[in-house]
């Protein structure tokens, strides 16, 4: 099981690699987005997957 998470993982994050080459001009937006939400809603911004920060509310920390 471990080798098939790390080969989805690695499928993963070439597609997303990919695809942020493709229309790097998007992204950058949606960076500069969510980097502004997260400074107008702090109190919720902490619970966004990506942040380091994350701590599901219900579950172990991975």
């Known amino acids: 099981m471990d080798a098939f ?3 989805v993982d690695a499928l993963g994050e070439k597609l ?3 695809a942020e080459a493709a229309n790097p001009k ?7 987005r969510f980097a502004r939400y997260h400074a ?3 109190e919720i911004a902490k619970n966004h997957i990506g942040n ?3 701590d599901p509310p219900n579950g172990p920390t991975l």
Do not use: V
Not at 26 to 32: L, N, Q, V
């Open 5 to 7: 998470f790390r080969e």
């Open 16 to 18: 997303r690699a990919e």
């Open 26 to 32: 998007f992204y950058a937006r949606m960076r500069e």
């Open 40 to 42: 107008a809603h702090p």
């Open 52 to 54: 380091d920060e994350y």
